[in-house]
């Protein structure tokens, strides 16, 4: 009864609560920048939505992923970049308003590209017959529990910005602790296996998020992207929304499997590390560099 209640009311609300507080940090001028950055959204979409998940894929099948961890994996890469890579890249001096608008862009992408990768992750790992695909129906769940509170966070941000404000840190606090309760729900759930799991994939998560950074930083620098802008799609492709993957993975109206939950959360424990080692690596270069690159408008 206790784990019904917590999947069927608390999942969705510290889903609601967690999108509510992307909401407050978003507005129209943010997604209005994809005209000022084309080149690099472009770039960073492309990297997020296309060579992100076969990369993914590549390294499920490399470590021999049991299916359900693999599709957890997937679902991670699927996920949009979390609010905290703002916050990393202004620590490693990089361009934060690309963030910010790669953030919001990919948010609402993910709506549609989110269902897509999991449901070939789906049937590629557990087989067309035991697909749980996520039909249209679920796919407007995830629409209205995603997008709405977005909405209404932004809602509140254009109409009553101090009030924004002033909500904008006790969300993040409440979103904090909703990450911590799920991530200690999906192991407490899984407890009897967490080992087991964390052995078969832990090495996998921490791979694939040195090659999500990789991604995100070298493509960039080969399409001559100016270096605080690769910093800005390398944190934002490397640190994903962790917090979304997990709930959905668990909600009973979505996946309903807890295993599925496990990359997820390995994944926002090690993530933090790495892009903290990452930042401090490219920070020096990119503050030697910023007087002499501007961001490029195309």
């Not at 507005?27 to 990297?47: I, K, T």
């Not at 695909?133 to 709405?148: E, G, N, R, S, Y």
């Not at 930083?217 to 100016?226: C, D, E, F, Q, S």
């Amino acid at each position: 009864m206790q784990s019904n209640v917590f999947t069927a009311v608390f999942m969705p609300l510290a889903l609601g609560v967690i999108m509510l507080g992307l909401g407050l940090g978003l507005g129209l001028e943010d997604f209005r920048r994809v005209v000022v950055y084309p080149r690099a959204v472009f770039v960073g979409l492309v990297c997020q939505t296309v060579l992100l998940p076969l990369a993914c894929y590549g390294i499920a099948k490399g470590f021999g992923l049991p299916p359900e961890l693999a599709v957890g994996l997937m679902l991670l890469a699927a996920s949009p970049g979390g609010a905290t890579a703002n916050l990393f890249s202004h620590l490693a001096k990089g361009d934060v308003a690309l963030n910010i608008t790669l953030t919001a862009t990919n948010s609402i992408l993910s709506l549609f590209t989110l269902p897509f990768i999991v449901n070939m992750s789906l049937t590629a790992f557990l087989g067309t017959e035991k697909s749980i695909p996520l039909q249209f129906d679920k796919v407007i769940q995830v629409f209205a529990v995603v997008l709405v509170p977005v909405g209404i966070g932004m809602l509140i941000r254009a109409k009553r910005p101090a009030a924004s404000d002033r909500l904008q840190k006790p969300v993040k606090i409440i979103s904090a602790v909703f990450l911590v309760l799920i991530i200690v729900a999906a192991v407490l759930k899984e407890r009897a296996s967490l080992l087991t799991s964390f052995r078969q994939v832990g090495l996998a998560a921490l791979v694939f998020n040195l090659v999500s950074m990789g991604i995100g930083y070298l493509v960039p620098l080969l399409v001559r992207l100016p270096k605080r802008q690769a910093t800005a799609i390398g944190m934002e492709i490397g640190i994903h929304n962790g917090t979304l993957a997990i709930a959905i993975a668990s909600a009973p109206t979505l996946l309903n499997n807890s295993t599925m939950a496990i990359p997820p959360a390995i994944y926002s424990l090690i993530m933090f590390f790495t892009a903290a080692a990452f930042g401090s690596i490219v920070a020096r270069g990119n503050e030697e560099s910023a007087p002499a690159e501007q961001p490029k408008a195309a």
